[in-house]
């Protein structure tokens, strides 16, 4: 996958799910007026999509790469029926299910009651925690589309947060 790239779309029959072996990918919520948000990003701990393996026909957000990387699509009829062999899979996909529905409730919370630097720190700090060594190759524009701020609302916040 190379940054930018649609993996899934919002709202559309899910085609697989996406085991995520390098790179991030991240889980896009549509907004009314146009723009997306994201409300959870997914890296080589986890699975993409999970929510149409245990049976979701369509996905309410968009997944898209928020990183070059490399990702597994496994179509997800096929998943489903190993799902019916392997209990463990099963097991394994649902508890990553339930972390991710933590993350994306987390998300929720610090969006509605953290300014602009708080909520680029945990950012940053996700991120980092999903990719190998120091470097973080981003844009002003593309953490504005994450954090769901104006590409100015960045660095006005950076500007004038705590030192």
């Known amino acids: ?21 390098s790179g991030i990918v991240s889980l896009l919520a549509p ?4 723009g997306r948000i994201e409300i959870g990003h997914v890296g080589h701990e986890g ?9 979701a026909e369509t996905l309410t ?4 790469a928020q990183s070059d990387g490399i990702v597994l699509r496994i179509d ?15 097991q394994g996909l649902v508890h990553f299910a339930n972390c991710l529905h933590a993350q994306v409730a987390q998300t929720a919370a610090c969006n509605g009651s953290h300014d602009v630097v708080q909520r680029l720190a945990r950012w940053l700090l996700m991120v980092h925690d999903r990719t190998d060594g120091d ?14 701020v104006t590409r100015p609302g960045v660095w006005i916040g950076v500007e004038n ?3």
């Open 31 to 34: 907004l009314e007026e146009g």
């Open 61 to 64: 957000s968009e997944i898209m």
């Open 47 to 55: 699975v993409a999509g999970v929510h149409a393996a245990l049976g």
């Open 135 to 148: 470097t973080l190759n981003l844009t002003n524009e593309f953490i504005s589309l994450m954090l769901g």
């Open 1 to 21: 996958m190379q940054t930018g790239d649609i993996l899934q779309a919002a709202g559309e029959p899910a085609r697989g799910i996406f085991f995520v072996e």
């Open 76 to 90: 997800v009829v096929a998943v489903r029926a190993v799902m019916e062999r392997a209990r463990s899979l099963r």
């Open 161 to 163: 947060g705590p030192r």
